[in-house]
């Protein structure tokens, strides 16, 4: 993910995704401040880190994006 904390660069990268203008959970292994900064003012995004989130946060939107590590504690979180 960008770590800059600009906007425009999530903005961008948000315009490469299917799930541009649709309800989307970003879900990161760490939530920095950089992050959180970076994507506070995209609508339809909203960001969790992976420990935090639970089935229901999974299901109420139409898109998922994670990072590589993020899918990796979520997949040992769920096989549990």
């Keep these: 993910f960008a770590k ?3 906007t425009k660069a ?12 649709k309800s989307t959970l970003l879900l990161s292994d760490k939530v920095g401040s950089m ?4 994507t ?3 609508s339809k995004l909203e ?3 992976v420990m935090d989130v ?13 990072n590589k590590d993020a899918l990796n504690i ?3 979180r769920l096989l549990k």
């Design 54 to 66: 639970n089935v229901k946060d999974i299901l109420d939107h139409q898109f998922v994006i994670m």
């Design 10 to 21: 999530w903005a961008d990268f948000r315009k490469k995704t299917p799930g541009n203008g």
């Design 74 to 76: 979520l997949e040992k």
């Design 47 to 49: 960001i969790k880190r």
């Design 40 to 42: 506070s003012n995209l």
């Design 35 to 38: 992050l959180a900064r970076g």
């Design 4 to 6: 800059d904390g600009k």
